[in-house]
């Protein structure tokens, strides 16, 4: 389980991310949206303890990610939204490398090359890293992030510049990791694809949380009944981007 409580990231005096609290329980995918420069990558960078925290905790299964950030950061697999790979390891050698990182060897001689084949990696298993396109670069990260076997599995816009079929392995990978308990927080700008695929989503807008729930719950509050959630989506960004304006001069009255 993910549990993040008053997360704030500054960067100098901006406020990024600005007080959010969440859970992400096991077993659910739960879809982080929000425009451009909402804060969606900061706060995930800051979950996964590539950024320090401002203020706040985060707690991964219980462990607390600036107390014991080994054993939460054991149980939690991140793939950023541009994935910085090892280049000079062929791509079997990558994935093996980042099992044994994470102590899952056996993991990844009982899984690894079902991973390649269901990612289309499997005939490139043997290249160097650096030799592969942008989309097959994001296929493995992924499958590091599933040879890890994390309870926990942050991903940054993964679908950007995966084919159709790579993508639709993904989503199937992602209900069966969903299914065996783990929790996925998954940030994404395809509201189609987040209606259709994440159990609750969380909105942001210049850095707060501005609302959270799954579909119904989200329709309810929004007085949108039947509307799908890109409506509800535009609608509250934009109720929000009127009522709360964090810089710029205040409003003429
Ligand atoms: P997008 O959907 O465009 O990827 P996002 O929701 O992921 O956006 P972030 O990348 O987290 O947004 O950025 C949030 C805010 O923080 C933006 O205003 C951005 O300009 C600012 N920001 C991000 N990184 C830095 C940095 N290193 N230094 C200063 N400001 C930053």
Known sequence: MLAVNELYKYYREFPAVAGVSFQVNPGEIVGLLGPNGAGKTTLLRCISGILALSAGQVAINGFDLIQNPREAKQRLAFVPEVPSLYELLTVREHLRFIAMCFNRLERYERIGDRLLLKFDLLEKADEFVATLSKGMKQKLAVAC??????????????????????????????????????????????????????????????????????????RAASNMAGATLEDVFLRLTEEHESAIPIFGPPPVV
């Open 145 to 218: 992030a599933l040879v890890h076997d994390a309870n926990v599995l942050l991903l940054d816009e993964p679908l950007i510049g995966i084919d159709p079929r790579g993508a639709r392995e993904f989503k199937v990978e992602l209900t069966e990791q969903r299914d065996a308990g783990n929790a996925i927080l998954i940030s994404t700008h395809l509201l189609d694809t987040a209606e259709r695929f994440c159990d609750r989503v969380i909105i942001l807008a210049k850095g707060k949380k501005i609302a959270e729930g799954t579909m119904e719950q989200l």
